[in-house]
């Protein structure tokens, strides 16, 4: 009788399992500030700031907590050495991709900040979310996931 061996990750794997945990924490900090922002502090950003986030479609939110959510338990997947990360991180890169790609390629955002201002953040964040789908369909393949 065959069964599905289980190996033990090298420590690398642990070290790129924190660190993606901690960048997720970062997006959950983030999408929280965002989503529970008070008009006091919309009205203090900047003018073009503040036109852009009151923009933004009604479904905008929906997208970023998938995007942060699903990259959280993504990297909580990794941790448990849970199968369901890389799943977990095609729909939260899949999300950031929607995201990114409204605010990024419908609005005039780079116009007007510049790519450094505007997309280089963006795409730093969708090229974290492909890493991590990618790092957990590795560790998938090697046999350090249940």
Known sequence: MMTDAVVKPPRWYWVVAVA?????L???????????????AVAA??????????????????VYAVATIGGATGALALLLRAR??????????AAVVVQFGYVVGLTD?????????GAAFPLFIVVMGVVA???????????WLR
């Open 84 to 93: 369901i990360a890389a799943a977990l991180y095609a729909l939260s890169t």
């Open 45 to 62: 950003m900047p003018d073009y700031d503040r036109k852009l986030y009151q923009s933004l479609p009604g479904w905008f939110n929906i």
């Open 133 to 143: 789908f990618l790092v957990a369909r590795m560790a998938a393949a090697r046999g």
């Open 109 to 117: 955002l780079v116009a007007v900040k510049g790519f450094v201002g």
């Open 26 to 40: 970062a997006g959950l900090a983030a999408f929280y500030s965002e989503a529970t922002m008070t008009a006091d």
């Open 20 to 24: 993606l945990m901690l960048w997720a």
